[in-house]
């Protein structure tokens, strides 16, 4: 896919979304698991970019050195997306709330189950908060409550970019599994572009809610260690 091309996401805000250039591992996998062969084994063409005011991809999925220093190699289970503080994090695809927490590494975080896949957001501002025996996810400032349990359509606001937990730079960490394993998101975001483009120039599976979205090129990819 070359840069400046057009595709759709069912979300309100126009952005710039770069998809080229990802800076993607060969991990090897706790089992063997063909990535490429279920990301384009489902469509994709509901399905929304995760964070708005992207700035770059920082971290990819797979063995990397361990970002608190040192020689010792550790598995990133997702794709580091770097943005302001602030920025809001959108739901990718329709599903269930399966958990919040903000307790571990993954700092103020929610889990989102949608048929066999599950994608986790983590260190994004505000605390869980239990009431009535039922867990949420609070963000007062952004106006963010979410309830395990809770139905989420693609595209909502969940969230909003902090630095809670391990980390060293404000970004969303945006992990994957199918089936109960881990899946590279990078391999997703790309075929979903590349569905969303192809539908959209045969004028297919589109409604006029949807958006376009100017896919750019990144001009910053790296892998800053967090």
């Not at 602030?86 to 919040?100: A, H, L, P, Q």
């Not at 952004?142 to 595209?155: D, M, R, S």
């Not at 970004?171 to 394993?181: D, E, F, P």
């Amino acid at each position: 896919m070359s840069s400046k091309q057009i595709a759709t996401v069912k979300n309100p805000l126009p952005a710039s979304i770069p998809v080229e250039n990802f800076q993607t591992s060969k991990p090897k996998l706790p089992v063997e698991f063909n990535t490429k062969q279920i990301a384009r084994a489902n469509n994709w063409l509901a399905a929304s970019f995760p964070v708005e005011h992207f700035q770059s991809y920082t971290s990819a999925f797979g063995y990397r050195r361990s970002a608190t220093g040192g020689s010792s190699l550790e598995f990133h289970s997702g794709l580091d997306i770097a943005a302001p503080q602030g920025s809001y994090i959108r739901n990718w695809w329709i599903g269930t709330v399966m958990k919040v927490g903000d307790r571990d590494a993954c700092g103020t975080h929610i889990a989102i189950q949608s048929g066999e896949w599950e994608h986790t957001y983590c260190h994004m501002q505000g605390q869980v908060e239990t009431v009535d025996g039922r867990r949420y996810l609070i963000d007062r400032t952004g106006g963010i409550q979410i309830a395990e349990g809770q139905q989420l359509g693609a595209g909502m606001r969940i969230g909003r970019v902090g630095m809670t937990g391990r980390t060293t730079g404000s970004h969303l960490h945006w992990g994957l599994k199918y089936a109960k394993q881990y899946v590279d998101p990078a391999m997703v975001l790309r075929e979903m572009f590349s569905q969303q483009q192809i539908a959209r120039s045969s004028s297919q599976g589109w409604t006029s809610q949807q958006s376009q979205v100017i896919i750019e090129e990144s001009k910053a990819v790296g892998d800053s260690g967090y």
